[in-house]
Every structure is written in C-alpha cells, then in structure tokens.
C-alpha cells in the first residue's frame, strides 16, 4: 500500500474515523496495531511472520539482557538477538547477492534462488536491534508489554521505509491519548501534502526522464544524460524526504511525532554536512550502533578514517545488495574520510577571512559537495557498472553524439527545490545566532507574530512551524485559500498512476 | 462554549470556507487560459455529415483550442471540423486530404507546423501549390474515415487522399471502440460496415456520465467549468491507470492478434480504395524511440503487405524519422513535458512526415502527368 495511492488514503481516513470513535488509549493502541498489522500484510500476508518472528525474539531477549546482572549472559542474548536480526536480513537480501559473487569467482553458473524481499525488512531489521542494544547498554528499560513493544515495532507510517524510530523516542509518547486534536491534525495535514507535492509532483515526474535516460544512456546526447543526472539527483531527495514528511504528517495526525529525517541537504557546504542533513536517522543510527562501537574517533586518525570508510561501506550495503551500492558507500566513506582530514590539517580559519571571500569559499564549498553527492548517485542508480561508466563518459564528453532531449518539468522542478531550499535558508537565517548554528529552522518572526495573531483569534494554536517544517497561517483565508490552491494543484497536475516510493526495495 | 466564542468559530469556519471558494474561482481562472472547449471541434457524426459535404469558406466559424499535456498548442479548426493549416488558399490549386485520428488534429502543435502546413508551403516552393484540408479527431478509428469519405469527396474533390495509420489501429478495439463511428467486418466477404456511435451532447457527457451524472443544473455548471472538467477526467483516467494488470499473451494469443490484424487490415484497406479511389494513399507513422531500428514494427509489415496486394500506394515514415534521430539527434515524437520519442508527433515529426507525403504524392503526380 503506497502512500501516494488512494487505497493508502481510504484506510488512513478508516484507521482516523475509528481511531477517534475509540473511547480509551488501550483501546486506540490495539487498533492502530491492527491497522499496523493489515497494512504490511497488505503485500503478503506471510510476511506478517517475518515480523512477528524477530520481534518476539528481541522482546524476549531485551527482557533477559534486563534481568541478568551477569555480563556474559547479558552479551549472550544480545548476540543471540543480533544473529536473528541480521541473519533474517541478510537471508532475504545478501543471499542471491552472495551466490552471485561466489558464481563469478568459481566460474560456474549458480542458479539464483527464488527470494522475494519483504518490504521494509532493511528499516525493521535496524529498529528492532537498535531497541535491543539500547536495553543492552542500559539506555532504556525493556518493554514489559508486548502489546506496547509489537505496535512500536509494527507502527505503520514508519514501518516500510522510515524515519527509523528509536524505542527511546516512540516507547515514552505511548502514554499519549491519541485522541482528535485540530492542531495536529493542521500541521500533520500540511506535512502530507509538502510529501505528496515533492512526491507526486517533482520526483514522479522526474522518474520518467531518468528511468528513460538511465536506460539507454548511450542513446542520448551528452547534456541529456547530463541533466538525467541532476533529475535523478532532485528525484530521490524529493521521493524519499517526501515519504518521510507523509510519514511524519501520518503520524502526526494519529499523535506520534516522529523524528526529522531530512533538512535541506543540498545545501549542505561539506559532505560531512550532508550527512547530518540526509537520512538523518540512518546518519544517525550508523554513528550510535557502528561507527561508536568500531571506535569513532577515538583511537587515532587513522583508525577513524578507517572507520568512517567502513561505515559508509556497510551503509551502502544496507541499501541493495550490489557493488554498485557499496562502491556508492565507498565514495562516501572515502570523502568523509577525506574531508575530515583536511579539517584537521586546516583548522578554523574561516573566522579571519573577508566576508566577500568567506562567502566564495562557501559557494565553492557547497558547489563542490553538490557535484560529489550528485556525481555518486550515478552509481546508486545504474543498474551496473557498465551503465555507471556509460554515463560518466558521456558527461566528460568522451563519448558524443545521441538524442539530445530538453525536459521541462526538470527545470520546474528545480526552480521548485531551489525556491523552496531558499526559503528554508532565509527562515534559517533568521534565527542563526553568531556563536552557533542552529540545528532547527525557526521561522522569521514576523510569520510567527501575523500567525499568532491570526491563530489565537480563533482559539487554534498550532505552532507556525513544527521541527523543521514551515506551515500555513491556519485556519484563516490566506492559509484555506493557499491550502485549496495546494490540493487543486496536486490533484490536478500528479501524473497518472502510482509509481512505488524508491526506498521501498531497500 | 459562550455565544462569543461560538460567534468567534463560526466567523473562523466562514472565512475558512470563503478562502477555499477564492482559491476554487482563481484556478478557474488560470485554467481558462491554458485550456479550451476542446469539445467545441465539430465532430463527424451522422448528422454533420451534410456540414463536411457544404462546407463554406464564407460560413466558416473557426474554433480555437489549447491544450498543455504534450507541449504546448494553439490550433484552430474549421466549422467541417477540419485542422486549419495557417496557410492562405490558393484559388484553382488542387486540394489533397489528410485523414488519420489524433496525430492528424495535432492539438500538441501550432497551426503552421501541422504536416498539411507543411506540404502546403513545399508545393507552393515548388511552384506546384496544393490546399490541404486536415480530418483528425482524436480516438477516431478507419470506421470515421470511410463514414466521411463521400462527403470529403463531394466537397473537395481531392486530387489525393492520404489515410494516417499508428501501431494501434487494426486491433479489435479500434474497430469495435472508435469514436462516433465504428464497423463490423462480414466473416464471408470481408467487406466493411459503419455503424454510427450514440452521439453525445455536450463536451464531456460521457465523462461525467461515468461518474452517474447524467442530468441537472450541477451537470450544466460543470460542463462550463475548466477545472470541474480537468478534475472529473484526472479521476476517471487515474482509475484506467491504475487498472488491473493483463496477463501476459501467450504464443497463441499472439498469432491469434496477428492473424485478426491482418483480416482487419485487408478489410480497411479494400474498403478505403473502394471509398477513395485511385487518389488514396496510406501513411504509417510508427512510434520511433532511441531504440527503434529500420526493421518494420508488425502492424507495419501487414499494412506494406496489404497494400502490395490491394495496389494501394503505401509509405511509412519510418526511414524519415529515424533520420531526423540518426542526422539531428533529435525525435520527431515527443515533447518537452513527455518523455523522448513517445507520444504524438512534433513540429519536427509532422515536417518529417509532410515532406514524405508531399514525394509521394508529388512523384505520383509527376507520373501521372
């Protein structure tokens, strides 16, 4: 069930109606779970199992880590919930992967086996160990409701493809009434729709183009491929972090807030900066559960280079099974690497420059990352190294010639992001104190004041922004009117169909 | 709630609903000018068949539409329902007639870039001027061009007849599902029948007949609204988009397809050489991508081999297209907001085509003379 599809919206506005006809928490909690449960069954139904199987390994295991006091016993359940996880998710995932590789080495032909892989298992699979290592370290008490711990690990926004919610943070909002609240539902509702116009306006159109592009970019001149590249580059941001906001809006609305998962990345000035602005809850999830553990930073220079490569290697990993992936992982990890080093070697000396110059190295900066990072996707999206190679030679005007295609919604859409960027680079600003930079875009506060003024009017008193997001003065004529002008707009101008969110086969 | 507050609520509410009713009135609007009454272009049913047959410059209205899904066009049609071509007539020049569905109405293209602009403006630099009167409608199948044929003739006497064909056109559906008319085939004789399709009123009846409105005031402001239209057709479309998948054809399904394209085929084509003579000459226009080679597509094969066998003149376009790829790096179908080489033809692709029509027909003149 995609998020974008009207079935998705149908059992959203079901789940909602019952939802609130429910008279108690418990029993809006057992419904959820339910829906929860229909939803990922909504694929195939077996797969319920797969779920439910690791997830009751780990409640039993975290429990057992809890009550010993023996550090040895403690590990053993740990390791025995670790075994589970990623074995489950390497069978699925690295299994065809392996026999491939293995077939290549030995030279001869392995039949492939027949594995469908589960939707989501990749985003499960690392919130039900980060739950176990966490009880482990001793972080947060182990769930003594099974109940509570099958809807944390089942709760269908975040289930297939994130944010990837930690038990620390979803565990404790448990205690919440989950009941109709106008204020949610107004800033859940216009997170949706930020989803559904990156989703269904921008990276679905741009998907045509590249998909087209990628396919036979040998066949197309070297500006198209070019600009494949850049649409690409719009179109994954734009479907995943759209995901996320339908996601986050969902979630919102029925009363979980779950965590920000993208911040404007492509204005990120380092590729450093990229990271911490990209899949920030797998940025996130990396750090705790494997750079930490391998050592960080801790053990000298090199061992951190080393370790950020690692890390970004196995994280490449993580997201298909393919050298493509991990060779993507390894550029990453490399320029990490390599950033991080000439931070060390050049120290702070940002502060002693003219601003003219400070503002050109930042420009450089930013320019230079965004070539990287969208130079790198090439390798995520080709479906193998030949077609990687295809293009870049292609782009380096090694090989000319082929169709030569201007594509319109391309522009569109990146007058769209950019605008839109813009806007979040103006709120930012405006609250950017000079000691620090602020983790949060906090709206200028003359939209706050007009917005509380309208607001407060009317006894509704969402926030003007919450996290990250932005939102329209509401309830009031400017914010119905621009509300009804969005949902005409999306309606009116998404092309046909449903095309699946990209992070759904990882 | 105190009635101050409830005052405060329902003022909130009302300037909530009147900010939803501006936004409603200003997409209104801006649609207006991006689209038109497409279903203004006079159609050849039945009963319009009189007007093609008396069409007259001086009683001409000419209606004017714009569309913005594949590119951007402006087109005007005549009170016949014919393409205009931008061009002046010519007095005493001879007139040629093309006929085919959607790529001949060519709403994605601007007047003067239509194929029959095209021919009209080589013929006359060749100091051999011809008129041209384009017959296109959208979903149209053969049915409509032989249902048409006596009036077009009538009128215009045409010196040739060229009959546009796609990839599509000789499948069941296009014969049993075609707009206003459609034709049955005698299993003995093979000879064609056209039965007149139930015609439909207003501009979009049959959408919003799908959705159970079939009569009222709501119906008639809704036939008047823009966005009212583009909604109801967005809907019904994203419901055909989504539609069950069909299973894959087997090898007998194939040939059976084959086989039944092939009677079609043959069908048609005898009965477009009885409807227009000597004049006809059939153009096939196959779908040229970044892929497509000089090997014929099937439909095309079938229809070269029909018309070997009918003594029908035939081209396709296909070597004119590939050309425009091979020695301009560009497709001659396609837009800027679709993807490369699907789609209807563009300004690039109608030249293309035009040029290729306008040597055949212009060789066969030469041959005649």
């Known amino acids: 069930m995609v998020f974008t599809s009207l079935a998705f919206i149908g059992f959203f506005f079901t789940v909602l109606v019952f939802l609130y006809l ?71 995932k690295y299994t065809n992967f392996f026999i491939e590789n293995i077939s290549l080495l030995i030279g001869i032909p392995v039949r492939h086996l027949d594995i469908v892989l589960p ?72 997170i949706i729709l930020l989803g559904f116009t990156k989703k269904l306006l921008i990276a679905d159109r741009l998907a045509m183009f590249v998909d087209e592009i990628f396919a036979h970019p040998g066949d197309f001149s070297p500006t198209t491929v070019a600009s494949a590249v850049l ?18 809006g969902v979630s919102k609305i029925i009363g979980f ?17 990229f990271w911490r602005r990209w899949h920030i809850t797998l940025s996130r999830w990396l750090r705790d559960y494997l750079y930490v553990p391998l050592g960080g930073n801790r053990k000298g220079r090199f061992r951190t280079y080393t370790n950020l490569f690692i890390v970004m290697l196995l994280g490449g990993l993580w997201h298909g099974a393919s050298w493509n ?25 940002e502060k002693d420059r003219k601003p003219i110059v400070r503002g050109s190295l930042t420009f450089i900066s930013w320019f230079a990352t965004f070539l990287f990072v969208t130079f790198a996707w090439i390798f995520f999206r080709s479906r193998d190294f030949a077609t990687s190679k295809t293009i870049i030679l292609k782009i380096c005007g090694v090989e000319a010639g082929g169709v030569s295609w201007f594509y319109a919604p391309l522009l569109w859409a990146t007058i769209a992001v950019v605008i ?29 004041r007009s917005y509380k003024a309208v607001n407060y009017r009317f006894g509704i008193k969402p926030s003007v922004f919450s996290g990250i997001y932005v939102l329209l003065p509401l309830p009031g004529f400017t914010g119905a009117f621009l509300l009804t002008l969005w949902i005409l707009a999306i309606y009116l101008f998404s092309p046909f169909g449903t095309n699946p969110f990209i992070y759904f086969q990882f | 709630m105190n009635g101050k507050a409830q005052k405060k609520v329902v003022r909130a509410w009302i300037v909530n609903f009147l900010g939803a009713v501006g936004a409603v009135l200003v997409a209104e609007i801006c649609l207006s000018f991006f689209s038109s009454e497409k279903g203004r272009i006079p159609v050849p049913v039945a009963d319009a ?22 590119g951007f066009g402006v087109a005007h049609f005549n009170s016949d329902g014919s393409r205009s071509t931008g061009n002046d007539l010519i007095n005493d020049a001879p007139t040629g007639l093309i006929i085919g569905d959607s790529f001949v109405e060519a709403l994605q293209v601007d007047d003067r870039d239509t194929m029959g602009a095209v021919i009209e403006r080589t013929s006359r630099s060749e100091l051999w001027p011809v008129n041209v009167r384009q017959f296109g409608w959208g979903g149209t199948s053969s049915a409509t061009y032989l249902a048409i044929a006596n009036s077009v003739k009538k009128r215009w006497n045409p010196r040739w007849v060229s009959v546009l064909f796609n990839e599509d056109d000789f499948t069941e559906e296009a014969i049993s599902g075609g707009r206003f008319w459609k034709m049955e085939i005698d299993p003995i004789d093979s000879t064609l029948r056209t039965i007149p399709v139930e015609r439909t009123g207003s501009r979009f009846d049959s959408v919003l007949s799908k959705v159970g409105l079939t009569s009222g005031d709501l119906r008639e402001l809704l036939n008047h609204s823009n966005l009212a239209y583009l909604a109801v057709e967005k809907y019904l479309l994203s419901g055909n988009a989504g539609g069950a998948e069909s299973s894959k054809p087997t090898a007998a399904d194939k040939l059976q397809t084959l086989n039944k394209a092939k009677t079609i085929a043959k069908a048609v084509i005898r009965g477009l050489k009885v409807a227009y003579g000597e004049e006809l ?8 991508s970044v892929t497509s080679s000089l090997e014929p597509d099937t439909t095309e094969s079938i229809l070269a081999e029909v018309c070997y066998q009918e003594k029908v003149q035939f081209i396709s376009a296909r070597r004119a297209l590939l050309g425009l790829r091979e020695r301009r790096g560009v497709l001659g179908e396609g837009f800027s907001n679709t993807l490369p080489g699907y789609g209807h033809l563009n300004e690039l692709g109608h030249q293309a085509v035009g040029q290729e029509i306008w040597r055949a027909v212009s060789e066969r003149g030469r041959n005649n003379q």
């Not at chain 1, 769930?143 to 975040?158: D, G, H, I, K, N």
């Not at chain 1, 709120?427 to 706050?448: D, E, F, G, T």
Request: aromatic share 16%.
């Open chain 1, 22 to 92: 429910l008279p108690t928490r418990t029993s809006r909690q057992f419904l959820l779970l339910v829906a929860s449960c229909y939803f990922y069954a909504y694929w195939k139904p077996i797969y319920l199992l797969l779920l439910a199987t690791p997830s009751l390994i780990d409640y039993i295991c975290s429990i057992k880590i809890e009550e010993s006091d023996r550090t040895e016993t403690r590990f053993r359940w740990l390791l025995f919930s670790l075994v589970t996880n990623l074995g489950l998710l390497s069978y699925f």
């Open chain 1, 119 to 190: 939707v989501g298992i990749s985003f499960f699979t690392f919130k039900t160990l980060s739950y176990t290592i966490d009880v482990y370290r001793r972080e947060i008490p182990a769930s003594r409701s099974l109940w509570q711990y099958a809807m944390f690990v089942t709760y269908f926004p975040e289930l297939v493809a994130g944010p990837i919610v930690r038990a620390s943070v979803f565990l404790p909002q448990m205690t919440r009434s989950l009941g109709f609240s106008w204020p949610r539902v107004l800033i859940g509702m216009q």
């Open chain 1, 231 to 248: 649409a690409y580059s719009i179109q994954i941001y734009c479907d995943f972090s759209g995901y996320s906001d339908i996601a986050i």
């Open chain 1, 257 to 273: 807030d779950l965590p920000e998962n993208f911040n404007m990345p492509y204005i990120a000035t380092s590729i450093t900066e």
């Open chain 1, 325 to 349: 992936f991990v060779f993507w992982g390894g550029l990453h990890g490399t320029a990490l690497a390599v950033h991080k080093f000439w931070r060390e070697i050049r120290g702070n000396v």
């Open chain 1, 420 to 448: 839109g960027h813009g806007i979040g680079i103006l709120v930012a600003r405006q609250a950017k104190s000079p000691q620090s930079r602020p983790k949060r875009i906090v709206p200028p506060v003359w939209l706050c």
């Open chain 2, 49 to 70: 068949l009189p007007a093609i047959a008396n069409f007259s410059e001086e009683t001409n209205k000419v209606v004017k539409v714009k569309q913005f899904s594949e």
């Open chain 2, 281 to 288: 000459l059939i153009v096939y226009v196959p779908q040229i």
